[in-house]
């Protein structure tokens, strides 16, 4: 019985330790496959194998690199007038596509968050949701209509719910403001959040800033 115990208890601590790598390998495979599909017509378009000794992971690389060297470019411009300006076009150009629009204003909004600290969402709300005592994360995005604070008899806040670990997709809910409650969370932190599925609350991963709140459960260390 000793035996069968131990031969388990090694086993579990095996799996643990290489099931996570191997779910990592499969993933970046994954990833790394996908991103080749993207970069093949580039390399074939432009012809780079030809550059790279006919290799084609040297090519895809070196057309991954002239497309983060030409998206620092395009961040350099966005920030100069002229830039702002060509790029103000760019976005009314987009307010005229109705779903384009939509889903391009979340991604951006999203990322904006991300790296900015500004950001296009109000404030950071807890909702007892989809039952009481069940609390979900949600970004207040503005006031709902009046005939819905009619209807509630109290007035309503519009909440996005981000999805984990793809805050970009999400659902819109109207609430009623008495199952509202404000979070001390900012807005990054909140997505950061919801990008690491809440697993590691570390400033290492969440990267919170002096000015942002400790998420919950952290305690300050006591000095020594």
């Known amino acids: 019985m000793r035996i069968k115990t131990s031969l388990k208890s090694n086993f579990t601590a095996g799996l643990v330790l290489v099931g996570p790598l191997v779910v990592t390998l499969v993933i970046l495979r994954t990833l790394m496959g996908w991103l080749g599909g993207l970069l093949d017509p580039i390399v074939d378009g432009t012809r780079l194998a030809t550059q790279t000794g006919d290799s084609t992971i040297l090519a895809q690389l070196l057309a991954l690199a002239i497309i983060a ?74 006031d709902s209509p009046d005939d819905l604070a009619e209807l509630a008899g109290e007035d309503a806040h519009n ?4 999805g984990s670990p793809n805050p970009t997709q999400g659902s819109l809910i109207l609430v009623p403001d008495s199952r509202v409650h404000d979070s001390e969370l ?39």
Do not use: C
């Open 69 to 142: 060297a030409l998206v620092t470019v395009l961040g350099f411009l966005a920030q100069q007038s002229v830039g702002k300006h060509i790029f103000g076009r760019t976005g009314r150009l987009v307010a005229f596509l109705p779903v384009f629009r939509t889903i391009y204003g979340s991604v951006r909004g999203m990322a904006s968050s991300v790296v900015n600290r500004s950001s296009d969402f109000e404030s950071v709300v807890y909702v007892e949701y989809p039952r009481d005592g069940v609390y979900r994360l949600g970004l207040k995005t503005g």
């Open 159 to 162: 909440v996005f719910f981000p």
């Open 186 to 224: 900012s807005v990054r932190a909140a997505i950061r959040l919801l990008m690491t599925t809440g697993m590691d609350q570390s400033d290492s991963v969440i990267e919170l800033d002096d000015d942002e709140v400790v998420l919950p459960g952290d305690r300050p260390e006591s000095a020594d």
